[in-house]
């Protein structure tokens, strides 16, 4: 750290004392200047005739201090930092202390120092020069400002004379320590000083020893400087300094009001509160109320205490809690102009905006509230709410410094606030895309019972790539689907709703597995050809995988086909995992013309069916094939319910931070007893339709749907006489009784059936649309030789299927 010169001179600016430090920044010694002007080193000092006489010229030119050219020995001019301090001695004499500071030498810690910095500025130095006895021979007058004794009883005597107890023994100390060291070095350390006006301040104390003509000790020079200021600085410096850390920790609305009400508290105010609208904590569009006059008022939400009190007694409020702003308070006109108040003596006197506000008045007045200033939390796009800082325990008002320091930290708090804001609308967003993205609601039907869970690997907005489906199809049968699109994110999940989207469309049109995958294949195609970069811009990587199984519970048959994905486990009733020998498939989007191969499987009535995703088994440091046992092995529980299974399965990565989202579908099939289903072979001639309609309508009758029968017997009268009159061969109807009454009609007839509008004169077209209108759906789909034309019609509540024993109706009826 660099030192600063000092050196006495009497009032004719003749040397009088001399220290080392003086003799390396000029290079000469206490010898060389015995005697001699001020003017051999100090060029300005010219023909001045007294040293009062130059610091009345310096004052004038420049004020003080100032930047002044000291001559070196050898000639070279340095620019430097000069103060000069008038010294009184007890015999009516005048001398004068320099200090004197190289600017060249400077660093930021010297000018930081307190004691340096205070001879760089205007702050007052006391000065008093004592001699080798430690009696003092003269003192400025800020001296006596610093520890209240005054001159008249400081001159002459030693410390201990005027000042009492340890602290003054351990100052004499350090001053026979540096008398007997010989050196200029500055001792500097910190002490509370007791001073007679006002409270006590932090003092900085420097002693430096002086050197007489003969170059000897002489004395002790001690610079004493009241380092309030710096103090009170160099803690508004850490405040935003802390600020510059704590604000920015988290995504956190309400933790970052609290982390900037805790900040605050207690260096700056001794209670802080922040407020913020209403909307504001959730990410949400603004909300505004209107009172009875029909002005706009905010609703603001309690977000930040802090208090030097425990449990923050002086707030009517919890956080979290509404609040009002009361009208005509500064609160509301600072939320209303957007312009901070300061307050520094709170005017609680009858008639104020405080004596109408109850709450507040009861606890301004119960702790002594005295001091106020309310602060705007604004953004570049909307004002927030406002920050509320008040002192009660500590006497001195908020001051002009205090409110810059305030707008300071919540203009920092307010940057952090509005990326947690941002945050919060892209999470809210991203949940609600996630929420419309996958089912709410997994209708198994009469097929199967199912659960699910499902685990982003992108845990901030709890999104992904990954899906699964329980599509109901014709005939009871349902489709599982469960897919995976690559990369993690908004952009994942985006392309996986749109590849949903299109399974669904697929799957009502009955497409087997196979098919259904080689057009869904087609359209991963597109999406990337439509999503393509310029050619002179990375492309961005756009792919799935996919596993589509359609199950019938009519024949307990399920056929699968996968696209790049990995097989299904498979549990028997008696625990046992097999995982099939399904033909993987390449990737949809790969776009290499490669088939895809199907394959059927028998599935008994409470066989369980896993279908997940590669992050269910691909985890660091463990392979694919670990990862299918460990799988296996957590189902091996037929007994325990398909949640329980499911919270079993995902145990390993349950506070772990996923590299790839997780996702796993259960589902236990189930079988429709034969008295459920019943189906003919009828001929193709004209009396088919009059068959079926009779044997339609027996069948209703022992099921108990006498209520159908004549909707039945349209819809069987329509789609037999259809397949009679266009197809070759027999004609195959069935009837199923399952949540629905579903009536099928198979025909060697490949062509579909159109529905069309039929004109007034028009003996043919009308039969589709009737049957549209006595069905909840109608439609078909395509069967090797031929094809099925189906209508769902519903059953009557009282007729809905009894649940299975030890499963609930409601999930039957699902």
């Known amino acids: 750290m660099s030192e600063s010169a000092i050196a006495l001179f009497d009032e004719q600016g003749a040397v009088v004392a001399w220290t080392q430090a003086a003799e390396r920044l000029v290079g000469y010694s206490a010898s060389d200047m015995a005697g001699c002007s001020a003017a051999v080193v100090l060029p300005s000092f010219g023909e001045a005739p007294t040293v009062s006489a130059f610091v009345e010229q310096c004052r004038v030119r420049n004020g003080w201090p100032g930047v002044s050219v000291v001559r070196h020995r050898d000639g070279r001019l340095l620019d430097t930092i000069l103060r000069m301090s008038k010294v009184r001695g007890y015999d009516g004499t005048t001398q004068w202390l320099a200090s004197v500071t190289d600017i060249g030498t400077l660093s930021r810690e010297a000018v930081n120092g307190p004691v340096r910095g205070a001879l760089l500025t205007r702050a007052p130095i006391g000065v008093s020069v004592r001699d080798r006895q430690l009696r003092c021979t003269g003192v400025s007058d800020a001296m006596e400002t610093h520890d209240g004794i005054p001159p008249d009883r400081r001159l002459g005597r030693p410390l201990t004379d005027v000042m009492h107890g340890v602290k003054a023994e351990g100052l004499e100390e350090v001053m026979r320590q540096v008398l007997k060291s010989g050196t200029t070095k500055v001792h500097e350390y910190r002490t509370w000083l007791p001073a007679a006006l006002g409270p006590e301040h932090p003092f900085a104390v420097s002693f430096a020893c002086l050197q007489g003509v003969d170059g000897q000790p002489s004395g002790v020079c001690i610079t004493s400087v009241d380092v309030t200021a710096s103090q009170q600085a160099r803690e508004r410096l850490a405040i935003l300094n802390q600020a510059g850390t704590r604000l920015g920790t988290s995504l956190d609305v309400m933790q970052t009001s609290q982390a900037l009400a805790d900040l605050a508290v207690p260096l700056l105010a001794d209670f802080a509160a922040v407020d913020l609208e209403q909307w504001v904590p959730f990410g949400e569009g603004p909300a505004v109320s209107i009172d009875a006059s029909g002005e706009r008022y905010p609703v603001l939400r309690r977000a930040g205490l802090a208090s030097v009190h425990p449990g923050v007694p002086e707030s009517p409020w919890t956080r979290g809690e509404p609040i009002t702003l009361p009208h005509g308070s500064p609160l509301t006109d600072v939320f209303n102009t957007g312009s901070p108040h300061l307050e520094p003596i709170l005017d609680t006197a009858p008639g104020t905006w405080i004596n109408q506000d109850h709450p507040r008045a009861h606890k301004i007045h119960e702790y002594g509230m005295h001091s106020l200033m309310v602060v705007p939390i604004r953004t570049r796009r909307a004002l927030l709410g406002i920050a509320v800082f008040i002192r009660t325990k500590d006497p001195v008002p908020f001051q002009d410094a205090d409110l810059l320091l305030a707008e300071e930290l919540v203009s920092r708090a307010a940057v952090s606030l509005d990326n947690a804001l941002r945050y919060a609308r892209q999470h809210t967003t ?168 199907a394959v059927e499987l028998e599935l008994p009535e409470g066989t369980l069916l896993a279908l997940y995703t590669d992050g269910m088994i691909e985890t660091r440091g463990q392979d694919i094939e670990d990862g299918m046992r460990r799988l296996g092995a957590a189902l091996t529980r037929p007994n325990q319910s398909l949640e329980e299974l499911c919270t079993r399965a995902m145990e390993p990565f349950v506070g772990q931070a996923a590299c790839d989202d997780v996702t796993l579908l259960l589902v236990r099939t189930r079988a429709l007893a034969p008295s459920q289903v019943a189906s003919w072979t009828l001929p193709s001639d004209n009396t088919a339709a ?125």
Request: glycine residues 10%; charged residues 20%; negative net charge.
């Open 430 to 597: 991203a949940l609600a895309l996630q929420r419309n993205l996958l089912p709410h609601r997994l209708r198994g039907g009469a097929a199967v019972e199912t659960a699910s869970r499902y685990l982003p690997a992108d845990i901030d907005h709890g999104v992904g790539g990954d899906w699964f489906d329980v599509i109901p199809l014709s005939g009871a049968r349902v489709a599982l689907v469960v897919g995976d699109v690559v990369g993690h994110g908004i952009n994942a999940a985006v392309t996986m709703g749109r590849l949903r989207t299109a399974v669904r469309t697929l799957a009502d049109m009955d497409l087997p597995p196979d098919e259904l995958l080689t057009h869904l294949d087609d359209t991963v195609q597109r999406l990337v050809e439509e999503d393509a970069e310029p050619p002179d811009q990375a492309s961005a990587v756009v792919g799935a995988t996919c596993l589509y199984a359609v199950y019938d519970p009519v024949t307990g048959r399920c056929t699968m086909a996968s696209a790049g994905h990995p097989p299904p486990a498979i549990v028997d009733r008696h625990g046992g995992v097999t995982f099939p020998d399904l033909p993987t498939g390449i990737p949809l989007g790969v776009g290499l013309g490669i088939p895809i191969e």
């Open 690 to 814: 009059g068959r079926a309609r009779n044997l339609a309508a027996t069948q209703l009758a022992e099921w108990g749907l006498e209520g159908l029968e004549n909707a039945t017997r349209l819809i069987v009268s329509e789609l037999v006489t259809n397949a009679a009159r266009h197809g070759t061969g027999p004609v195959q109807l069935r009837l199923i009784k399952h949540d629905f009454l579903t009536c099928e009609v198979s025909d060697s007839d490949v062509g579909f059936p159109r529905q069309r509008r039929a004109h007034t004169l028009d003996e043919h077209g009308r039969g589709l649309s009737l049957v549209s209108r006595r069905s909840r759906r109608w439609g078909y789909r395509p069967i090797p030789g031929g094809k099925v034309v189906w209508a769902e019609q519903t059953l009557p509540p009282r007729e809905s299927p009894p649940a299975r024993e030890g499963q609930p109706a409601a999930r039957r009826a699902a």
